[in-house]
């Protein structure tokens, strides 16, 4: 299940994408347009602002605003930062591999065997598509 965290940084990035001026917009009009805790949202706008999608302007005529143009946003990069592995189970995951303790071996698995056609249709959702690509 979609963390709210990664929703909510979903539907923050898609707020300023849309934004016609691409002026940096404040926290708090975010958070009311989206039906968000302004303190929770903060706290996702400063990762994404960490990892590069977004910057961030002080003072009067401040807030966030997109660094990127919303094509040049992959969701698999936005997915990574704000919800982390895109595997189901760890013995899959391609960025955070890790042998699973109840598995002798991973060839014969079944779950595993599932849960990479998971995780290679999920990638294959994300990879196709960019911020641009679910603006509504």
Excluded at 10 to 39: C, F, G, M, W
Excluded at 88 to 101: A, G, W
Excluded at 111 to 130: I, P
Aim: charged fraction near 25%; aromatic fraction near 6%; include cysteine.
């Amino acid at each position: 299940m979609l963390s709210k965290k990664t929703k909510y940084g979903l539907k923050a990035l898609t707020y300023l994408a849309s934004r016609p001026d691409k002026e940096p917009v404040q926290i708090a009009e975010i958070a009311e347009h989206e039906n968000i805790s302004q303190k929770f949202l903060e706290s996702i706008l400063l990762s994404l602002r960490k990892t590069g999608f977004l910057g961030s302007k002080k003072g009067k005529g401040g807030g966030y605003y997109l660094i990127k143009n919303p094509s040049e946003i992959p969701m698999t990069t936005v997915i990574r930062v704000l919800e982390g592995p895109i595997a189901m189970v760890p013995c899959v995951s391609l960025n955070f591999y890790e042998k699973c303790d109840d598995c002798p071996d991973e060839n014969e698995c079944s779950v595993h065997k599932l849960m990479l056609m998971v995780r290679d249709s999920a990638l294959e959702v994300y990879r196709n598509n960019t911020l641009a690509d679910i603006l509504t």
